[in-house]
T-cell receptor, first 114, second 111 residues
Framework: DVKVTQSSRYLVKRTGEKVFLECVQD?????MFWYRQDPGLGLRLIYF???????EKGDIPEGYSVSREKKERFSLILESASTNQTSMYLC?????????????FGEGSWLTVV | SQQGEEDPQALSIQEGENATMNCSYK?????LQWYRQNSGRGLVHLIL?????REKHSGRLRVTLDTSKKSSSLLITASRAADTASYFC???????????FGEGTQLTVNP
């Protein structure tokens, strides 16, 4: 089974702190994604990556950055956390290919910024 | 931007009844996928239907796709309390592998 592991399930951080959310996948997937999920807004794509050291902005990249130094690991970074970044963050991965890319999700990281 | 929109936003039924959820989208797609999310957990892939397919089955799930109307439906037959979850449609556009998700339908199956 594909496994996408998010290192932290629940975090509480202070405004202005730098926050790292880590994600590891074990299926040699090329693509990795970070989404945030908020009530009434569904899933919104923050950043994604098609390859090591490669990143592309999603729909809401402001206030976030990412790092992909190894194929299996994709990190989301909040440079200076703010209260409006309180949310559930979902990491996902998929194979690169055309026409049928099923996405596999981690269990989510609940971040509260106080 | 949100591509898929699910309807209804919430659905409550009795165990044994069928549940139907609908998804509409705006632009051309390669495929449409349905995912399920239990409360507080990640999303799990249920079924994928390609743009050249009209109907697909998987166990108690039946998905239809009407590309002329840009809409899809997910039918869960003989529902169980364990089917209680949020269900999301996601579309893969013709330009690449990025999926765009709708806001989901919250399904409650009462025992």
């Amino acid at each position: 089974d594909v496994k996408v592991t998010q290192s932290s399930r629940y975090l509480v951080k202070r405004t202005g702190e730098k926050v790292f959310l880590e994600c590891v996948q074990d299926m040699d997937h090329e693509n990795m994604f970070w989404y945030r999920q908020d009530p009434g807004l569904g899933l919104r794509l923050i950043y994604f990556s098609y390859d090591v050291k490669m990143k592309e902005k999603g729909d809401i990249p402001e206030g976030y950055s990412v790092s992909r130094e190894k194929k299996e690991r994709f990190s989301l970074i909040l440079e200076s956390a703010s209260t409006n970044q309180t949310s559930m963050y979902l990491c996902a991965s998929s194979f690169e290919g055309t026409g049928a890319n099923t996405i596999y999700f981690g269990e989510g990281s609940w971040l509260t910024v106080v | 931007s949100q591509q898929g929109e699910e309807d209804p936003q919430a659905l409550s039924i009795q165990e044994g009844e069928n549940a139907t959820m609908n998804c509409s989208y705006k632009t051309s797609i390669n495929n449409l996928q349905w995912y399920r999310q239990n409360s507080g957990r990640g999303l799990v892939h249920l079924i994928l239907i390609r743009s050249n397919e009209r109907e697909k089955h998987s166990g108690r799930l039946r998905v239809t796709l009407d590309t002329s109307k840009k809409s899809s439906s997910l039918l869960i037959t003989a529902s169980r309390a364990a089917d209680t979850a949020s269900y999301f449609c996601a579309t893969e556009g013709t330009s690449g592998s990025r999926l765009t998700f709708g806001e989901g339908t919250q399904l409650t199956v009462n025992p």
